[in-house]
């Protein structure tokens, strides 16, 4: 295959399916990098498309790690989950969820509760 096509090919399989209908965070509350005078009771992840609950998970680290549970939300775009009560101190959050497209779409949140 002469080089021009085969680097055609190459974008349009890099670029093409994920440009589509692949769903990306818009909006975390807290948000990343959120240093909070009150602690939060909850965890609240907004896509601008569906994603599937029921295939990801939401994990707060520390010592030891542990797996949020989900809270329902009538909204397919949101992934929202109750937080352990937390004390002053710096937290981490990893997501993972699935894209309606079928792909897996993974983040962190940072905050600090002060
Ligand atoms: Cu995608």
Do not use: N
């Amino acid at each position: 295959m002469p080089f021009r096509a085969v680097l055609a090919v190459l974008l349009w399989w890099l670029l093409a399916p994920c440009a589509l209908a692949h769903a990306r965070l818009i909006e975390s509350v807290p948000a990343d990098g959120a240093v909070l005078a009150a602690r939060p009771a909850t965890v609240a992840l907004t896509f601008d498309g569906e994603v599937e609950p029921a295939l990801g998970s939401l994990v707060l680290h520390g010592a030891p790690d542990v797996v949020l549970e989900r809270v329902a939300d009538a909204d397919p775009r949101r992934l929202v989950a109750a937080l352990p009560t937390l004390a002053a101190g710096a937290y981490r959050i990893t997501w993972r969820t699935v894209s309606r497209d079928g792909h897996a779409i993974t983040g962190v949140v940072r905050f600090v509760v002060e």
